[in-house]
């Protein structure tokens, strides 16, 4: 189903488990990676959705800044507060070009002692360090992390399943996270993790080196409540849940305003605020969010099909007249939902909710409505 | 009652001058859960390999070909109703289309069982 590619595909450390497990392998990123284990992608997005899938996510870039300008200095990149972030807390962030374009979305956490860790798209991230580096390296360390490998554990009965093995994840709340210790009967494994993910769901995406990932992802498998999930599900529940996708929802020629990405941007970086603009971009971005009418400009939005098609990524969307208002950059039929769901960018004056405009599927009129993110409720635990 | 293949991963059951249409389970398996099928106008006619149909997956959507030249006699509302159908039932429950053959003879450039076996199992 996806196009080869030329160079040889990397591999993760769990390659060998994903091929006992029966795994179907695609090219993604650059890696082999499980797109879906013989239960497929309906019965692993279900599964997540109601106890614990785990997900191999060792294609993602992991690195740290360190020193005591390090926060200061990444703020000169994202448009996000990062120096009033509190230890032990993470945070999303947005990798801009001069043009308030997006290079990159990401997470970054505040280990304390002047360290940042932080974790970018697989696609992106051999650009994303060689510009950090380029930018801000002089004013403190980047450190590529290649060793390392990253799982995520993801669903109601995720901490259930990892608290067994490392007792006080569960304390944890949503976006903190700490160094835990995850013993496996036979092992002790030390992991950094946090409590977070990309489905919507409560759970915990964790950090560990590679020569150890294997063993923790077999001892995970063990417990009752978690299966394997592919990255066909992840697609689906990151959607359901809203979630951006860098490549398709979100690229260089897109900026945070259009992308609906404001919730991304404190107010201490904003117009009047703190420590306003000084980030790549500023003077456009802060423009942009001056204007509130933005007339003439495009919005991200969510879209509901009034009609049981799927409409999929760069499908033309239309207002009643035939007049092309916008393109849709993710959809499918959300599982959980059970309704064709996308995203995608229409001039502002179709982003109200409950507008109504047409896809244009296979050359077909599908009715959509304009409609609330996220599509399924988020189940975060706050505590 | 004859089974042919094509390389489109499709199957006809022919029956005299009407055969009916689907996916093989190789096409089933390589889509995975088979959540929304677009069928043909009753009544339509079609070239052998125009498009006919869509058959989609959540991860993906394939168009499903005219494997011969013909008029649709009637198509598969269960399975427009329920599109798993043609993963848990691919030949048979599963179907998509019947076709009123206008040209027989575009038969014999289909595959027989032996073939497509051998075919699907190297693509």
Known sequence: MSAPTESPLLTTPLNALHIELGARMVPFAGYSMPVQYPSGLMAEHHHTRKAAGLFDVSHMGQLRLVGPDAAAAFETLIPVDVIDLPVGKQRYGLLLNDEGGIIDDLMFFNKGNNELFVIVNGACKVGDIAHIQAKIGSRCEVIPMPEMALLALQGPQAVTALSRLAPGVEKLVFMTGGNFTVDTGTQKIDVFLTRSGYTGEDGFEISVHSSQTELLARALLAQPEVKPIGLGARNSLRLEAGLCLYGNDIDETTHPVEANLLWAMQKVRRAGGAREGGFPGATKILAELADSTRAGGRKRVGLIALERVPVRDHTELQDGQGNRIGEVTSGLLGPTIDKPVAMGYVDVAFSALGTQVVAMVRGKPVPMAVSAMPFVPTNYFRG | ?123
């Not at chain 2, 996916?23 to 889509?31: N, V, W, Y």
Request: proline share 4%.
């Open chain 2, 1 to 123: 009652m004859t089974i042919k293949y094509t390389p489109d991963h499709e199957w006809l059951k022919i029956d005299g001058s009407t055969a009916v249409v689907g996916i093989t389970h190789h096409a089933q398996d390589a889509l995975g859960d088979v959540v929304f099928v677009d069928l043909p106008e009753v009544g339509k006619t079609f070239a052998a390999k125009d498009i006919a149909g869509v058959v989609e997956s959540v991860k993906a959507a394939a168009d499903v070909y005219m494997p011969v030249t013909g008029e649709i006699t009637e198509v598969n509302e269960a399975l427009r109703a329920d599109p798993s159908l043609a993963n848990s039932d691919p030949l048979g429950a599963g179907w998509f289309f019947k076709v009123k053959l206008s040209n027989a003879s575009e038969l014999d450039a289909l595959m027989d069982e032996t073939s497509y076996t051998t075919f699907s199992a190297n693509a």
